[in-house]
Each structure stands twice: as structure tokens, then as C-alpha cells.
């Protein structure tokens, strides 16, 4: 299994920016399906930004347009640059990461098929 360490949330203002960093460690995340969850306070967990080997990517509509999910193969490193960002978007981040998959079965992955998952980050928007 892989180590993942989310790093980069805090407290922003309503319409301010924020930018997440999952670090891997014990392999790369070449060739591996990362995604971006978030997870508010009585509510389920819910994928938000998925991306494959190839830097296809996949958001859900609440962040299309914001929110940009990006690879940096020689760091080892997943990275979320959240703009605009709304009270909505409070919530712990999550980090995640499975074997390696197509692109279409990698940016249609549901929660139960990632592996591994980072210790989380916490966002809060006021």
C-alpha cells in the first residue's frame, strides 16, 4: 500500500483560492488513478476531482469550473487548486489512489474502489 499526506487546507474567505498537495510515498503515482474526496460533517463521503495516468480528468459538477486537479509525476505529488470557493465547500479533503486502471474505469470510480487514502485536510470557507 501506498502512504498518502494531504497537506495545504486551512480558513479562507468566501471567493478566495486554496491549493491542496497529496504527496505519495513507496511508489509513484504514475500509472495510478488519484482522486480528490471531501467529506462534511453528516454527509457521505463524495468524490469531487478524479485524474488518470495520462492526465485525463473528471470533476463533479459543484466544483466544475473552480476546482482544477493536476500530476506532478517527478514529485509523486496530486495537487487541488480550489477557486472561488463557497461556504459549501467546507469540509475535510481527502487524497486517494488505486492500482492502476483505464482512464474511462479511473474517472468513473466510486469511493469503495480506491485503496489507499490519506489521514485528510481540513478546509473551511466562511
Known amino acids: 500500500h501506498v502512504q498518502l499526506v494531504e497537506s495545504g487546507g486551512g480558513s479562507v474567505q468566501a471567493g478566495g483560492s486554496l491549493k491542496l498537495d497529496c504527496v505519495a510515498s513507496?511508489?509513484?503515482?504514475?500509472?495510478?488513478?488519484m482522486a480528490w474526496f471531501r467529506q462534511a460533517p453528516g454527509k457521505e463521503r463524495e468524490g469531487i476531482a478524479y485524474?488518470?495516468?495520462?492526465?485525463?480528468?473528471t470533476y463533479t459538477d459543484s466544483v466544475k469550473g473552480r476546482f482544477t486537479i493536476s500530476q506532478d509525476n517527478a514529485k509523486n505529488t496530486v495537487y487541488l487548486q480550489m477557486n472561488s470557493l463557497k461556504p459549501e465547500d467546507t469540509a475535510m479533503y481527502y487524497c486517494?489512489?488505486?492500482?492502476?486502471?483505464?482512464?474511462?474505469?479511473?474517472?468513473?470510480?466510486?469511493?469503495?474502489?480506491?485503496?489507499?487514502w490519506g489521514q485528510g485536510t481540513q478546509v473551511t470557507v466562511s
Open positions: 486517494a489512489a488505486r492500482i492502476a486502471v483505464s482512464t474511462a474505469t479511473c474517472l468513473n470510480s466510486r469511493t469503495r474502489d480506491f485503496d489507499d
Open positions: 513507496r511508489y509513484t503515482v504514475v500509472d495510478k488513478c
Open positions: 485524474i488518470a495516468t495520462y492526465d485525463s480528468a
